[in-house]
Each structure stands twice: as C-alpha cells, then as structure tokens.
C-alpha cells in the first residue's frame, strides 16, 4: 500500500520523501597503544641506539615527562616493542 503525501496510517502522519532527513555516517576507529622513548630508553632497553633501530632526529617529539620536564622522545607502538 502507498501513502498519498501527509496521509495518516495507524494514528502516524507520514511525509513524503522530500520532506524526509537523512542522515548516513560511517568510519573507522583504531586504537593503537603507544610509548613514548627516549635515546636513554632505547639504550637500556634495546641496547642500541634509536638510529641504529631506523628512527631519525626529525622524528623526535617533543614531551612534558611525569616529573614535570620537558624531554624529546619517539613514539613507539607498543606492538613494536
């Protein structure tokens, strides 16, 4: 059964299409656990340096540490590690 435009079926009004918002969103989450080393952590970690491991200066991010200090690290996924 079609419904003329405003025509009442079982106490609701329906509109007709042009009269109708639709709204469609779709995306993607991930999720990626990370860390941020330093060269110092690097060292006592993987007993090499963060260049010898690919990772280059320019790369560097700036970070404040948990005492308060500001320090230059690479992000890291944690997968890597």
Do not use: C, W
């Not at 060269?39 to 007993?47: C, G, V, W």
């Not at 560097?60 to 890597?80: A, R, T």
């Amino acid at each position: 059964m079609r419904l003329a435009s405003a025509e009442t079926f079982a106490g609701r009004q329906f509109h007709p299409d042009s009269e109708v918002l639709q709204d469609q969103a779709t995306g993607q989450m991930t999720f990626l656990d990370v860390a941020v080393l330093t060269e110092s952590d690097f060292t006592r970690i993987f007993k090499v340096s963060s260049k010898s491991l690919g990772y280059k200066k320019e790369h560097q991010v700036n970070f404040v540490n948990e005492e308060g200090k500001s320090q230059q690290g690479f992000y890291v996924g944690l997968s890597e590690a």
